[in-house]
Each structure stands twice: as C-alpha cells, then as structure tokens.
T-cell receptor, first 115, second 116 residues
C-alpha cells in the first residue's frame, strides 16, 4: 500500500512567486492534515480536512496560504505570493475514520526555500 | 494552550549503547495521547511509540520504551542497543483526547546521531 506522497520534494522560488504543494493521502483516508516546520522550530499544525471540507484551519498563517482538497482525494497548498519566512518543510499526513486515537501517517515533506 | 518542549537539540550515542531523549509538556487536560515520531534523513516521519495518559504502564516497542511521568508532565524515550538505523530526528508530540480534536502539538525535535 502506498504511503502519503508529497510533491515536489524540494522547491526553491523567489520572493513574490507562487508555489503549489501537492499531497496524495493514503487511499481511503478521509482525514488529511498539513503541518509546517520552520527550520529549528517545532512542527506546527496548519489545517485539517475531512474529505473535501476544512474541519480546522486555525493554523493557517495568513491569506497568502490557500489549501484545497478536490473531491476529497488529493490536496494542494498554494502559497501566493511567497515570502522569505515561508521557507520550511511542509508535511502532509492522513488518517482514517473519526476516532481521534487513530494513527496518522506522514509524508516525507516538501522542502520550500524562498530566496 | 498545550506546549511540548524538547530541550536537547542534538544527542549522540555509541552503537549498542542506550540513550534517553527528554520531553516535557504542559496541559490542563487529564486525557491525552503522547507520541514519539522518528524522521530519518529524507524519509517519512514514522510513529515510534504511543502512550495514552490514562494508562499507568509505560509503553514499549521492542528496543524503544518510554518513561511517562504524568504528574511531572514528562515523557522521555529510551532507545536500548542503539543501531545505526536509529539515527534520525525524533519529535515528541501531544494530542488531546477531546472529541473532534485531531491537532498534534510537536516539540522542536532532537537530532540523534549514532556513532559506529
């Protein structure tokens, strides 16, 4: 069974440009999460989808970030326009069902560098 | 709000030796989960071990065990018989058991080096 896959694995863009990160969760997982780790700091929650609906987007830093999950399958996270402080690793994760004790599975992360 | 603190940015251990990674947390809740995740270089972050706060017995998974001190809000990870493959970033994480809560609170991570 394929795990959570993220694309691209690395991206270097200039300040002001747009980047779109993609996440394919494990098949059948209704819950999809985005997290971010700025270098040297903790991994922080960005948002949580249940199927195609945003369940919790309290961690989204500002309106330059837009997350979508079309048809409850893959998700995209767009940053437009990118700023230097957006650099970091963006993790996607997924889990099944509605039980909060279910294990969540992480992808390898998308490394974003804004120069 | 809950917080998780990992005070050791980096640790080293000799192969076959034992190492303990520290984690403390702060919460006013009584029911929650605690986790240790491992992320090897350029690999997925994987679950190492999980502890439910209502369980007094410390969780173990093969060479990995925890020392869970609920009153002290401490959750350390012990790795016995360290192997080269244990080299990774280790993240301690907290999650509430409250209904509808899925958000993880992570620490800053500890980079573990295993010396041959």
């Amino acid at each position: 069974e394929a795990g959570v896959t993220q694309f691209p694995s690395h991206s270097v863009i200039e300040k002001g440009q747009t980047v779109t990160l993609r996440c394919d969760p494990i098949s059948g997982h209704d819950n999809l999460y985005w997290y971010r780790r700025v270098m040297g700091k903790e991994i922080k929650f960005l948002l949580h989808f249940v199927k195609e609906s945003k369940q919790d987007e309290s961690g989204m830093p500002n309106n330059r970030f837009l997350a979508e999950r079309t048809g409850g399958t893959y998700s995209t996270l767009k940053v437009q326009p990118a700023e230097l402080e957006d650099s970091g690793v963006y993790f996607c994760a997924s889990s099944t069902g509605s039980y909060s004790g279910n294990t969540i599975y992480f992808g390898e992360g998308s490394w974003l560098t804004v120069v | 709000a809950q917080t998780v603190t990992q005070s050791q940015p980096e640790m080293s251990v000799q192969e076959a030796e034992t190492v303990t990674l520290s984690c403390t947390y702060d919460t006013s809740e009584s029911d929650y989960y605690l986790f240790w995740y491992k992320q090897p270089p350029s690999r997925q972050m994987i679950l190492v071990i999980r502890q439910e706060a209502y369980k007094q017995q410390n969780a173990t998974e093969n060479r990995f065990s925890v020392n869970f001190q609920k009153a002290a809000k401490s959750f350390s990870l012990k790795i016995s018989d360290s192997q080269l493959g244990d080299a990774a970033m280790y993240f301690c994480a907290y999650r509430s058991m409250a209904s509808g809560t899925y958000k993880y609170i992570f620490g800053t991570g500890t980079r573990l080096k295993v010396l041959a």
